[in-house]
Nanobody, 115 residues
Framework: QVQAAESGERSVQTGGSLTLSCAAPGFASKGCAILWYRQFTGKQREWISSITAAGDTNYHDSVKGRFAVSTDTAKDTVYLQMNSLKPEDTAIYSC?????????WGQGTQVTVSS
C-alpha cells in the first residue's frame, strides 16, 4: 500500500469552506481514480466523490453542488473543496484509489462543522 498523505484535523463553522488534500504519488501516470470517503461516528464509511486520471468526476447526492474534487497532476495531489458545510457533514474524511496497480489509502482527516 502507498500511504496517501492528507491534511490533519480541521474545524469550521456552519456555512464555511474547507479544502482537503490527498497526495498520491504517480496516480495520474498509472491511470488511477482517486476516491473520497467519509465516515460518520458509528457508521460505515461511504463514498462521496471520485475523480479519474482523465479528470472525470462523480459525486454522491448528499454533496453534489457543494463539494468539488480536482487534481494537480504536477503535484500528484487531489483536492476536495467543501463549501456550504453543515454540522451533519462532520465526519472523518479519507481518500482511496481504484484501478489496476492503484493502492493509495489515506488515514483520514477529522472534519468538524460547528453550528
Amino acid at each position: 500500500q502507498v500511504q496517501a498523505a492528507e491534511s490533519g484535523e480541521r474545524s469550521v463553522q456552519t456555512g464555511g469552506s474547507l479544502t482537503l488534500s490527498c497526495a498520491a504519488p504517480g496516480f495520474a501516470s498509472k491511470g488511477c481514480a482517486i476516491l473520497w470517503y467519509r465516515q460518520f461516528t458509528g457508521k460505515q464509511r461511504e463514498w462521496i466523490s471520485s475523480i479519474t486520471a482523465a479528470g472525470d468526476t462523480n459525486y454522491h447526492d448528499s454533496v453534489k453542488g457543494r463539494f468539488a474534487v480536482s487534481t494537480d497532476t504536477a503535484k500528484d495531489t487531489v483536492y476536495l473543496q467543501m463549501n456550504s458545510l453543515k454540522p451533519e457533514d462532520t465526519a472523518i474524511y479519507s481518500c482511496g484509489s481504484f484501478g489496476i496497480g492503484c493502492d493509495y489509502w489515506g488515514q483520514g482527516t477529522q472534519v468538524t462543522v460547528s453550528s
